[in-house]
């Protein structure tokens, strides 16, 4: 595998074959991600990338079944080429059954619905779009470069064309006090609208060399402490309506893993987070709840 830079794909992706598309993410605003800041965005040939596949194939003969189209946004490319990326990857690859990519607001809203009725007819199955929050506010600070509005258009145009959206979002992210609450309530009723395929939920951790950091360590911006994530997660769950929908909080960052359907384990985490909030004690960090599909 050929690969400038430094990998970074979604936790689910860990098995998948990544073909790096483009170098880097077409926006690279965002004042909370450290990824991508030591290379310059640019769309790899598609000459490269057909060597690429063949590559993979002389590799791993037909045992691909997963491919993740990397960096940061590869849904940027033109959907020409995408679909011709597609249609190389699924020639070379007869067991292949999952292809799935980031996705940008900004390039998602730049591809019409029946742009992605095209892609998920030539086999892209799942993408994931960087929501982050419901809230206007906390959108422009963090200058994810979209409204609420046109996100969740972003989202809906992906659900409609049949592909899976991993919608995730951050806890913390609108700071501390009012905005908390705000955060949580708008995200959630935003995820409701758009009914993703699955919700992942990740904590804002201010990462070195980001604005937030910068902001963070000024006494510009105040994180949440233990009690007040938790509190976050519980206004953000009892918000949410959609029985069905999938949600994995098991990433790194989180202080409270859970995995499951909302209505699996929205009553059971809820109580578990109302027993904390009770009962303060200094061993908090470690105490989660894991639920299961």
């Known amino acids: ?50 060597q690429d596949i063949a590559m993979a194939k002389a590799a791993f003969g037909q045992n691909v079944e997963k491919v993740f189209l990397s960096d940061g946004d590869a ?16 020639g070379a690859f007869p067991k292949l059954t999952h292809v799935s990519t980031y996705a940008g607001p900004q390039s998602t809203l730049d591809k019409s619905l029946e742009e992605f009725k095209q892609l ?17 506010e906390v ?17 809906k145009n992906i659900v409609e064309s049949g592909i899976k959206l991993v919608a995730m979002v951050m806890i913390g992210l609108g700071g501390s006090g009012d905005m908390s609450r705000q955060h949580a309530q708008q995200t959630a009723q935003l ?50 309506h959609l029985e069905d929908l999938l949600i994995d909080s098991t990433h790194g960052s989180n202080l409270l893993a859970m995995k499951g359907t909302l209505k699996s384990v929205k009553t ?3 109580e578990h987070i109302s027993g904390l909030l009770r009962n303060q004690d200094s061993q908090l960090i470690g105490k989660a709840y894991l639920g299961r599909f």
């Open 139 to 155: 959108l422009k600070s963090v200058r994810k470069g979209v409204s609420a509005e046109e996100m969740l258009c972003a989202g």
């Open 75 to 90: 849904i940027s490319l033109p959907t020409e080429m995408l679909l011709e990326i597609l249609a190389e990857l699924y």
């Open 1 to 50: 595998m050929r690969y400038e830079g430094d990998i970074y794909r979604p936790p689910p992706e860990a098995d998948a074959y990544i073909l790096q598309c483009t170098i880097g993410c077409s926006y690279n605003k965002c004042t909370y991600c450290s990824m991508y800041k030591n290379v310059r965005y640019r769309v790899r040939p598609l000459e490269d990338l057909k």
């Open 268 to 270: 059971d985490v809820l």
């Open 191 to 240: 995820i409701n609208q758009m009914n993703p395929y699955l919700l992942g939920i990740l904590t804002t951790v201010p990462m070195e060399g980001t604005a937030l950091f910068r902001q963070v360590t000024k006494r510009e911006f105040t994180l949440l402490n233990p009690y007040e994530v938790l509190q976050e997660i519980k206004v953000l769950l009892e918000s949410l």
């Open 120 to 136: 998920r007819a030539a086999g892209l199955t799942m993408t994931y779009l960087g929501v982050e929050s419901g809230s206007d």
